[in-house]
């Protein structure tokens, strides 16, 4: 009986580190890219990477300071000042910083010792990029292992219904490697999907694929019509599946195994 009582807790320990330890399909983070706190990379949209990033309600983002200047991530802007829905104080590089967003609405943010470094978190109803004039930008993407290719699927709506003659542009990176880089996209319905070049590294936490959307207007022939600009950035993570599927299996077989061999029936 005491090996029986046994099985069932390693069974039950098993599933507990599993669920604690699988990641989330879509991880918001945000890096402060090396070299942030000299100016220049305002010009560039690129004090922040992302320097815009679309979450779901009750979603956290986590930024990491990349540089070897100290840093603030503080919600607000340089000419309005702080607004105190969030601040990190000064963090040092290496350092981490994490905030939960439980309501919609778009939040500006700046660096308080590097003015010029302004991003912005747009929390919508889901993980979805949700813009302005109704405009919703959806990425899916699958992660993929090192030397193998991912689809990227875009879907553009307008006000929850279809649209059609979309026109965008869409990147991708692993770290400092360009998979997928088209521009002057032209689609009819608003869906398509487009495949990466293979990956340099297995898509992972460290090292994820992200991928950018930005919405060039609607129409055949320029000038486009619509909220051009808006844009939606994800970032494609493995998540709990085969693997930790797999752990499961074999945690579950060495259970039945230990009580066969007791000759206790064991329950599941």
Known sequence: M???NKAIFLAILSVGVLSTI?????????SVPAGSGVP???ETNECWFPAEISVGVGETVTWSNDDTAAHTVTSGSAADGPDDIFDSSLFMAGAEFSHTFDTEGTY???CMVHPWMAGTVIVGATAEGIMEEGLMISIEAEPA???ETTDVTVTITMDGSSTEHVNYDVIAT??????LDEKGVHDHDGVMTHTT???PLDASSDMPVDVTVTFNGFGIDPPFTGPIGESNTMQVVPEFGTIAMMILGVSIIS???LSAKSRVILKL
């Open 197 to 199: 070049m293979a990956l």
């Open 108 to 110: 500006p943010y700046f």
């Open 2 to 4: 005491k090996i029986q």
């Open 174 to 179: 692993q770290g400092s490697d360009t998979v």
């Open 145 to 147: 292992a090192a030397g």
């Open 22 to 30: 699988a990641p989330s399909a879509f991880a918001a983070e945000v």
């Open 255 to 257: 259970i039945i195994a």
């Open 40 to 42: 220049g990379c305002e």
